[in-house]
């Protein structure tokens, strides 16, 4: 009987602190996962600048990679939802990045932007370290909407993101305040209850037991 109640305590320990792969779509800031998030808005970086990749600060290390080359502007701040400098891949005459990489060092659990300008369709796929996909999304085109679209990825052990423009066809696309959150994924309600139910199952069964 002890052995048994062993084995039944030591099932509930293990999935009241199992953390699944899961994921979901982030629609806001003020998401749950991203409390505490590091917040980037670009302001630091020089306007006008075309580069193919930068670090963030500390604690993140993280860093944002580019196909071919993005810059820093402020030309259309109020706008796009962008707010003061922002990230864009260019202009309709000198085509920039159609595939942005943004690499989290030390893995994160959240991660979202202010999203705007997009004509056609972008996905959003968060991986793992192993490059698995973890969850994708096809982000909504925006259009001239300044609604404060924003979008991003919860899921557990984020080591990298793709951002890919899927339609074949050149998208002037803006970025803003890349929030990356290191803190880790809420574990989902039902496997507490589930563990709690267990515990109870536990108790009850030794009380029937005396």
């Known amino acids: ?3 048994k109640m062993t084995v039944l305590a030591a099932v509930v320990v293990a999935l009241m602190s199992f953390t699944p792969a899961y994921g979901y779509f982030i629609t806001s800031t003020g998401d749950s996962a991203l409390s505490g998030a590091y917040v980037d808005d670009m302001s630091m970086w020089i306007p006008g600048d075309w580069i193919t990749a930068y ?4 604690p993140n290390q993280s860093y944002i990679a580019v196909d071919n080359h993005f810059w820093f502007d402020s030309t259309y701040s109020g706008q796009y939802n962008m707010t003061g400098q922002y990230l864009d891949n260019g202009t309709y005459s000198d085509e920039g990045f159609s595939s942005l990489k943004i690499g989290f060092g030390g893995g994160t659990s959240a991660f979202g932007f202010h999203w705007g300008a997009s004509d056609y369709q972008w996905a959003l796929t968060a ?3 192993s490059d698995t996909a973890i969850e994708s999304y096809n982000l909504p085109i ?3 909407s300044n609604a404060g679209e924003f979008y991003g990825i919860a899921a557990s052990n984020i080591a990298y993101a ?4 899927v339609s074949g066809t050149y998208d002037w696309v803006m970025i803003d305040d890349l929030h990356i959150a ?3 994924v809420p574990v989902p309600g039902a496997l507490w209850l589930l563990g709690t ?3 109870g199952l536990l ?3 030794r009380k029937i037991s005396r």
């Open 127 to 129: 991986y793992d370290a």
């Open 182 to 184: 290191a803190s880790a």
């Open 197 to 199: 139910g267990l515990v």
């Open 142 to 144: 925006t259009y001239t």
């Open 55 to 58: 670090h963030l600060l500390p």
């Open 162 to 165: 793709l951002l890919t423009n």
């Open 203 to 205: 108790g009850l069964r």
């Open 1 to 3: 009987m002890f052995k």
